[in-house]
């Protein structure tokens, strides 16, 4: 019913010459500045692509402060009336604060403050810090009040352990020596480690001692404090600047400690005649430890190595692993490493699975227009669907939103909508040239006077459905705020691309006169099409 209908609009379809005379038929016949605009998209969205940033969340700028105050041996109640009550009124009468919520507990008290969206976190974190920091009446034995704002990005990239064949004094060593060269590369903000045994130094009175010099233990304290101090030496002013000075401690190791000399009543003795100084670990540690299938339980180190937060996150893991790795090969097989978590991998694997999705649709799309259309109209939508791409990275850069699993997502389910308008083109664009009546350029303005209302209302009434998305407030609205965004960027890209792109190459395509080099070069390209299709699709042998 539908192709009776059809011959029958085509068999009284007349051509208007005014048509030729519009502003979009003069632009259909200028190649030159088709393959320009082809040119700037390509170069603006692979440069964009590249320079994105790559994370596993999306960056969500979150105005969250999160304000804890200790003070030892204080009961709830205590805490309330004496710590939290006063915090959240200094922080009240702080502007565009949303909300505020504070718990009390023992020894403790948290204050959260919640500030209206679209202020800056960090100017939010200075205001508190600067409200608090006014409170005059806290009592004396509590703690300065620790002022921090809610970072999504403040994660361990990577997470592994440390382990070896020997004993745990070589393996606490060799950490503290890898945690150093970790935090030297420019990559890597910090590196914390756990499972590793503290020491302390144990100072023990000899009996003896305390009768035969008359030795008070109260009055090696301070001198021992004192000892540990750095002291402040004046400043020396110069014509151009000044420099202030200082005493360095007299004790930086356990030897230094052994040879301290005091005065015991006027008997200048060492510090280790009288005392026993040992070096020992701290009592009642937590250990880690790490077992798999074939070993059994090792003693281990573990680190969690955070990145720079301008850096991505799978160049920060590369320049760890490789460090990691060159460390190990200097000790042998003596030390060994198990990843435990492992972002940048599973970045890697997140852009690979989109990469490889990208191009099955590619090459779907062409095959299915080269079965139902030709080997032409095929071409055409290969060509033209990654332009969609590119200015969709385009638009990405410009409103800075990074690759994370979010964007990924979106970019996924807009797959299935961006080639609805070049296919609805080009065969609309076949089907009037087949039937004989029209050259390229008649067919390819024919079908923009028929076809540009229906896509474009098709088209705007899709994107419409996600606007109100950017609508969403706090944490959610900021968390899915790439989907919107990303997929009308898309929508919108696809039906430029199929407008501007797609209308002009099929008209310069299916002109008689088209060079025979040229086909032979498409067709060309098409057969490395299929055959990377074929690779992608058929199974792989994995076997070593």
């Given amino acids: 019913m539908v192709r009776v209908q059809q011959s029958t609009y085509l068999k009284h379809l007349k051509f208007d010459p005014k048509l030729k005379l519009s502003f979009i038929a003069k632009y259909f016949l200028n190649l030159r500045l088709v393959f320009l605009l082809i040119l700037i998209l390509a170069v603006f969205g692979i440069s964009s692509y590249i320079s994105l940033p790559r994370n596993l969340n999306p960056e969500v700028k979150i105005p969250l402060v999160i304000v804890s105050t200790v003070l030892p041996g204080a009961s709830p109640k205590d805490m309330e009336s004496l710590i939290t009550i006063r915090i959240e009124d200094s922080i009240r009468s702080l502007q565009k604060v949303k909300t505020i919520q504070s718990s009390s507990t023992d020894s403790v008290s948290v204050v959260t403050a919640e500030f209206e969206s679209g202020t800056d976190p960090e100017k939010a974190r200075t205001d508190v810090k600067s409200a608090v920091d006014a409170i005059n009446d806290l009592p004396t034995d509590a703690q300065t009040p620790n002022v921090q704002k809610l970072d999504f990005e403040n994660q361990p990239v990577w997470v592994f352990a440390l382990t070896n064949k020997g004993d745990s004094a070589s393996l606490f060593k060799f950490a503290e020596k890898l945690k150093d060269d970790l935090e030297n590369l420019p990559s890597i903000d910090r590196v914390t480690i756990s499972g590793q045994e503290e020491q302390e130094i144990q100072l023990l009175v000899k009996p003896e001692t305390i009768s035969s010099y008359g030795l008070n233990p109260q009055q090696l304290i301070p001198l021992i404090?004192?000892?540990?101090?750095?002291?402040?030496?004046?400043?020396?002013?110069?014509?151009?600047?000044?420099?202030?000075?200082?005493?360095?401690?007299?004790?930086?190791?356990?030897?230094?400690?052994?040879?301290?000399?005091?005065?015991?009543?006027g008997?200048?003795?060492?510090?280790?005649?009288?005392?026993?100084?040992?070096?020992r670990s701290k009592p009642e540690q937590k250990f880690s430890y790490i077992a798999s299938p074939e070993n059994s339980s090792l003693r281990s180190v573990t680190f969690n190595v955070y990145r720079v937060t301008t850096t991505n996150i799978?160049?920060?893991v590369s320049d760890a692993r490789a460090l990691v790795k060159q460390d190990l090969l200097n000790y042998g097989e003596e030390f060994s490493i198990v990843s435990l978590i492992d972002t940048g991998e599973l970045i890697d694997i997140q852009f690979n699975d989109l990469q490889r999705d990208f191009t099955l649709t590619i090459i779907l799309l062409t095959l299915v227009i080269f079965v139902f259309l030709g080997i032409k109209q095929a071409l055409v939508s290969s060509f033209t669907a990654p332009m969609v791409f590119f200015?969709?990275?385009?638009?990405?850069?410009?409103?800075?939103?990074?690759?994370?699993?979010?964007?990924?997502?979106s970019l996924l389910l807009s797959l299935g909508l961006l080639i609805d308008d070049t296919v609805v083109i080009i065969s609309?664009?076949?089907?009037?040239?087949?039937?004989?009546?029209?050259?390229?350029?008649?067919?390819?303005?024919?079908?923009w006077k028929d076809f540009l209302t229906p896509v474009l209302t098709t088209t705007i009434t899709t994107v419409w459905a996600f606007i109100p998305l950017l609508l969403s407030g706090g944490i959610i609205g900021e968390f899915i705020k790439p989907i919107p965004?990303?997929?009308?960027?898309?929508?919108?890209?696809?039906?430029?691309?199929?407008?501007?792109?797609?209308?002009?190459?099929?008209?310069?395509?299916?002109?008689p006169s088209v060079p025979n080099r040229v086909i032979i070069f498409l067709k060309i390209i098409f057969l490395i099409l299929i055959a990377y299709f074929l690779f992608l699709i058929l199974p792989k042998n994995n076997t070593p």
Avoid: H, W
């Fill in 314 to 316: 799978d160049k920060s």
């Fill in 428 to 447: 609309a664009m076949t089907s009037y040239y087949r039937s004989g009546k029209f050259t390229p350029l008649e067919t390819g303005l024919l079908v």
């Fill in 267 to 279: 008997l200048i003795v060492s510090l280790s005649d009288v005392v026993v100084i040992s070096e």
């Fill in 225 to 265: 404090k004192n000892s540990l101090k750095s002291l402040p030496a004046g400043i020396v002013r110069t014509e151009s600047s000044s420099f202030t000075l200082s005493i360095d401690p007299s004790v930086t190791k356990v030897e230094d400690l052994r040879n301290l000399k005091i005065n015991i009543n």
């Fill in 485 to 511: 965004i990303v997929v009308s960027s898309t929508l919108l890209a696809s039906i430029f691309t199929a407008l501007f792109i797609t209308f002009p190459l099929i008209i310069f395509l299916l002109k």
């Fill in 391 to 409: 200015i969709t990275f385009t638009i990405m850069s410009l409103t800075g939103i990074g690759l994370s699993f979010i964007a990924i997502f």
